[in-house]
């Protein structure tokens, strides 16, 4: 197989692994970005609303304060030392954006513009707060393209359309890079690096109805698990509130922020009834739980009356053309409704991935190993949706996953720096490495009368039915039931392209694979996992079980075993935030 | 519904041709990228790209009917059958609705998309007032999908020589930046009969521009800036 050879390797053309790239772009190592799809294609473009820091341009802030409320967002599940790192990083990795010359919006005194987002408070737990960085409702586009230009003008070396196999290892657990092939050519190509970060971004495309690209199909994830390394806290799954119906385009937050609202059949703004003083700015976790409560229980819109109302045309025409101009693109499109005209029909759709590869807050992905349960694994690194480092806990709050991409871009960036002056020499790729992929590839020539759209489907109607809003252990069982089902047929699967070129069939079949690692990863740590706690919400456990439960799960393939580990309640230099009950 | 699908593959020493297909699908709230991905279902062999299905990652651009577009934003309803679709025009076909980009992203790299500004950073933002923001406003959201370039007989002629619709606005996105400071070295790198003034303004581009962009305003503007420091 052909070799390419750099310091440092970066799969993931997204926002978290196009920061990091540019860290080491900027030094004199070499790095180079794998990505399946040309970068600025990744799904950061989708982000809407915003990057939330605490720089206080419209009202009083404070990064504590930002702090408290990812701690109470998360349900005390995020670990409190990098919460804290990445609150307190959060401004200079927004002002670092803005001297790359990301187009905020601006108010009038010339400063980057913030409006309010869920879960968002002063004085721990206060008044609403302003916090959430915002270029109109494009921020995730202006930031990706920013971090794109960047690195070119740094010229890292980018592999637009290849797709990453597997990790290269030795037996020492030492990664040594990827396997990897051309989409357009087909051709097998091994990449080594001292240094490798997984930016693969989610998984969302394992659920029927999601707000995520086609291309989210936890690659990073199924990479991993194939290594023998574990998933943390995968039970953990937001459903974003407002999803246009029947579609799962997202509407951004930032449409409650700037004063929309919720009705429900009766023309009832519920969330009064569900969180009295937050209202629509309560949790996602919250607000889509009352958003399903809603239509279960007949109050819901439409015709079907499986969605609520997302009124906004009360802002005003001006107000929706400056701050909201992209949702209003895609409601006129996609749900045939001028929102400056009328209301917005919304349901919860599947959204983020809380979980994720295990890490530190350098991005070293860590695994139980001889010394200890969290041993960092040399040479591997995973940053944004696809690691849990964990900041978001049971729970992401909106506008903090474009900040995590940055700060622990960033952070690991600059710590595969100094891995590399202390690993200056590449250690010898062992003849067999890359055997497990030639292997895989193979499969994918072998006859079969199972089709891999048919299995798929198949895949996100259960995870949609048995692992969604709600969830008990009955349902979660029969899920598994299924997903077994499934992989049973998987094995009797074939391709009937066989060409080399832009084989997308033969993509979407090793999609598959990684989104069925995904899928058990999720449903055994559902079933594990007897509380409810932010998004894990279980009808048989209600109740949030700080006594058995305030701890991360760990999921490894081998026997479906679960693991746990404890959650870290103290902080770096900060007081720990106890754990109390949440409310909004 | 009916289809008429361009179909190349290259292994096969054939040559391209076009393909019928019936489709049982109700157009009703549907885009032309579902009708895509409903008969790659029954025939996996037809490649094409696509992502975020919501028109902002830029994948799906192909020719519709005659016309460059995003077939995620496509609604099927708006189409006349059969509907015709091929790969976009002007760009090498690597297979099927799939086109070799390197020559439009290689104009876009060539204009250098980034901001520069020499001075010491501040400790915090930039400030930038937000009229002049306002001036970024059409010129900062292209999504590189490439459905204006492609359409721009210009480019079709000289696609090494010429920048193109995309990468001119691209271009005009930093002249507009209150923060860049690179205005005359941009202007250098366009003053050239052919990577500004191969422009006809004959405005495909903005007919095509599935974003609502103009881009043809923005290369005016960028021939104004270069008349005036003329004169």
Known sequence: MNTRRFDALIIGGGGAGLRAALQLARSDYTVAVVSKVFPTRSHTVSAQGGITAALANVDDDRWEWHMYDTVKGGDWLGDQDAIEFMCREAASAVYELEHMGLPFSRLDNGKIYQRPFGGQSKHFGGDQATRTCAAADRTGHALLHTLYQQNIQHRTQFFDEYFALDLLRDADGYCLGVSAFSIETGEPLLIEARATLLATGGAGRVFGNSSNAMINTGDGLGMVLRAGLPLQDMEFWQFHPTGIAGVGCLITEGVRGEGGYLLNKHGERFMERYAPHARDLAGRDVVARAIAIEIAEGRGCGPRADCVDLKLDHLGEQAIVEKLPGIRELSIRFAGVDPIKAPIPVAPTAHYMMGGIPTNLHGQVVAPARFGPEEPVPGLYAVGECACVSVHGANRLGGNSLLDLVVFGRAAGRHMLEYLRDNPYPRPLPGDAADASRARLARWEQPGNERITAITDDLRRTMQTRCGVFRTDTVLREGFTQLNELEARLAHAGLQDTSRVFNTARIEALELENLIGVARATLVSAISRTESRGAHTREDFPQRDDEHWLKHTLYSREGDQVDAKPVRLKPLTVESIRPKERVY | ?231
Request: proline residues 9%; contains cysteine.
């Open chain 2, 1 to 231: 519904m009916k289809f008429c699908l361009y179909r190349y593959r290259p292994e096969s020493g054939e040559k391209p041709f076009m393909q019928e297909v019936e489709l049982d699908i109700d157009p009703a709230g549907k885009m032309l990228l579902d009708a895509l991905i409903a008969i790659k279902a029954q025939d996996e062999t037809l490649s094409l790209r696509r992502s975020c299905r919501e028109g902002v990652c830029g994948s799906d651009a192909v020719n519709v009917n005659g016309k460059n577009r995003l077939a995620c934003i496509t609604p099927l309803s708006e189409l006349t059958e059969p509907i015709e679709v091929r790969p976009l025009p002007g760009l090498p076909v690597i297979r099927d609705l799939v086109v070799d980009m390197e020559p439009f992203y290689r104009q876009y790299r060539s204009v250098k998309p980034w901001l520069v500004n020499d001075d010491p950073e501040p400790e915090v933002e930039r400030l930038q007032s937000p009229q002049d923001r306002a001036l970024l406003d059409g010129a900062y959201e292209c999504i590189l999908c490439a459905c204006c370039t492609t359409a721009c007989p210009s480019f079709w002629w000289n696609p090494e020589k010429f920048v193109g619709p995309a990468g001119l606005l691209q271009a005009y996105r930093f002249i507009a930046d209150s923060r860049d400071e690179a205005t005359p070295a941009r202007l250098d790198n366009l003053e050239d009969p052919y990577r500004l003034y191969r422009c006809r303004g004959i405005m495909n581009c903005v007919d095509a521009c599935p974003k609502g962009l103009n881009p043809t305003a923005a290369i005016g503007r960028i021939k104004a800036l270069l008349v005036k420091r003329r004169v």
